[in-house]
């Protein structure tokens, strides 16, 4: 199963994707993440992305593109299917991703768009955290800890916030994704990938329109 997740920050792409890898086993490739890694780590990517990032723009299509074309091509992780969470962002990252599946003799299977309108969008962002040590997701408005400050999955008492996860930025990202992702809905429309789904719902019953899609592939 090889899938996309399109949609705006705050959509809820990374929380799904951790939802299908698990159910479908197969590999989560969020390009955010991984920049966020070569950040933590220093290394000559994560010094470029960095600015970029807290500032809410997008990192450079070429470094972007390699990134992916790496992992899709050298990692025996993704023969059994991949979903790609944050990528492709841009038509030129789309074209370029059109061309590696062709090489590798592969195709996607669907692209899900996960809608959500932007006032919504706002209050997820800004309230969001995770667990430190197991990665569980929480939101301030959403989804508390049910003890204040100690993780309910694992225990730890030690949370992390996205440094891009601020008001400020993410108008900016919002402002990105329309201009620069959002003409990806009639690319992929037009190939008959594309499946819209209302993304403003509770995570199981976005969980199950996307069961709904899955099911049908
Ligand atoms: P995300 O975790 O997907 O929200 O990504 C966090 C930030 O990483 C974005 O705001 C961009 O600055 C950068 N980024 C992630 N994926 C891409 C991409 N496909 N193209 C360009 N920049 C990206």
């Given at each position: 199963m090889k899938l996309i997740l399109l949609g705006p920050p705050g959509a809820g792409k990374g929380t799904q994707a951790n939802y299908i890898k698990s159910k479908y086993n197969i590999v989560q490739l969020s390009t955010g993440d991984m920049l966020r890694t070569a950040v933590n780590s220093m290394s000559e990517l994560g010094l470029k992305a960095n600015e970029i990032m807290k500032s809410g723009g997008l990192v450079d299509d070429d470094i972007i593109i390699s990134m992916i074309e790496e992992r899709l091509s050298k990692s025996s992780d993704c023969q059994n299917g991949f979903i790609?969470?944050?990528?492709?962002?841009?038509?030129?990252?789309?074209?370029?991703?059109?061309?590696?599946?062709?090489?590798?003799?592969?195709?996607?299977?669907?692209?899900?768009?996960?809608?959500?309108?932007?006032d919504l969008l706002v209050r997820r962002i800004s309230g969001r955290f995770t667990c430190d040590e197991c990665g569980e997701g929480y939101n301030d408005y959403y989804k508390k800890?049910?003890?204040d400050g100690i993780c309910d999955k694992c225990g730890n008492d030690s949370f992390i916030r996205r440094a891009d996860d601020n008001e400020k930025t993410f108008s900016l990202r919002v402002r990105s994704y329309i201009e620069q992702t959002e003409p990806l809905i009639p690319?992929?429309?037009?190939?008959?990938?594309?499946?819209?789904?209302?993304?403003?719902?509770?995570?199981?019953?976005?969980?199950?329109?996307i069961d709904a899609i899955l099911d049908k592939l």
């Open positions: 790609l969470d944050g990528f492709p962002r841009t038509l030129k990252q789309a074209k370029a991703l059109d061309i590696m599946l062709s090489k590798l003799n592969k195709s996607l299977d669907s692209v899900i768009h996960i809608k959500v309108e932007e800890t049910k003890i690319f992929y429309d037009k190939k008959k990938l594309l499946k819209t789904i209302d993304g403003s719902l509770e995570f199981k019953e976005v969980k199950d329109s």
